[in-house]
């Protein structure tokens, strides 16, 4: 049965969409095509009509899941709201539906060029997103090159121990830090 150009890109999307929340819970060698397509409602056959290959895929799920967290930082009203939905329990808690970065950064650096442009791209996003909120300095770039990196590292290391004091103190640590440096400047 044909479908028309219209329901094709439907269907891409919702792969991706699915791809994109199924790779950054259980990373990119967790889940296999077929699986990852029966989750957005499709067989497996379908699956080289929309992409060459799994990874193709997985720097197209990269890009679209840091869009989707560009959207949400952009609905938070300045720098240190951001910065507390990041550094939270809820962040910590759903790696499907928070950042692509702390979720997928080792495994990212495992993949081919395609996904680490993709994700290179991303990570450049979150650096100008928190620049644009900074003073215009001339270590403004740094400055954001380390809040980023703090938001990430702390996140990814919290996810990577049980819930407990130690999973807690990371992520309230450097929220705290991170607030404070800002508000020294």
Excluded at 10 to 32: P, Q, Y
Excluded at 78 to 93: C, F, G, I, W
């Amino acid at each position: 049965m044909k479908i028309s150009k219209e329901q094709a890109q439907a269907n891409r999307e919702a792969i991706v969409e699915t791809a994109a929340t199924l790779f950054r819970e259980r990373g990119f060698d967790g889940i296999g095509i077929g699986d990852l397509t029966r989750a957005a409602g499709f067989t497996h056959g379908g699956f080289y009509n929309h992409f060459k290959s799994k990874d193709a895929l997985a720097a197209e799920a990269v890009s679209a899941a840091f869009a989707t967290m560009a959207g949400h930082r952009e609905r938070a009203r300045d720098l240190p709201e951001m910065l507390t939905h990041y550094l939270s329990q809820a962040a910590r808690k759903a790696p499907g539906r928070s950042c692509p970065a702390a979720a997928l950064g080792s495994d990212a650096g495992r993949g081919d060029e395609d996904l680490k442009t993709a994700f290179a791209g991303g990570v450049e996003g979150m650096i100008a997103w928190v620049q644009a909120r900074l003073p215009d300095t001339s270590d403004a770039r740094a400055r954001a090159v380390g809040v980023v990196t703090r938001m990430v590292g702390a996140l990814m290391l919290a996810r990577a121990t049980p819930d407990g004091p130690l999973a807690d103190e990371l992520l309230e640590t450097n929220l705290q830090l991170a607030i404070s440096e800002l508000s020294a400047n």
